[in-house]
């Protein structure tokens, strides 16, 4: 749900997976996701990248953070896009 075009679906997808982080001790597995959404082809799915982001860096070990400064920044593109989560 988190890569659907409809901005109100999309936004409840990226806030139930937030609050999923918040009671998450380690979110690996949700760095995975964070990943893939990275790589989605449209728009949609980098910009819920954006918003999921912050919350689960916060949540990764310090040997995954790494991997997440490195890979998913660049993978970012559309910044005008997601001014509007930040």
Avoid: C, H, Q
């Avoid at 001790?25 to 954006?50: C, H, M, P, Q």
């Amino acid at each position: 749900l988190a890569t659907a075009e409809e901005t109100a679906i999309r936004d409840k997808a990226v806030a139930s997976i937030n609050k999923v982080l918040d009671v998450v001790t380690d979110a690996a597995e949700l760095a995975l996701l964070l990943i893939k959404l990275t790589e989605g082809d449209w728009f949609t799915s980098r910009v819920s990248a954006r918003w999921i982001f912050p919350v689960a860096y916060s949540k990764v070990d310090p040997a995954n953070t790494k991997e997440l400064r490195e890979y998913v920044p660049f993978r970012l593109v559309y910044r005008w896009m997601y001014r509007r989560a930040t």
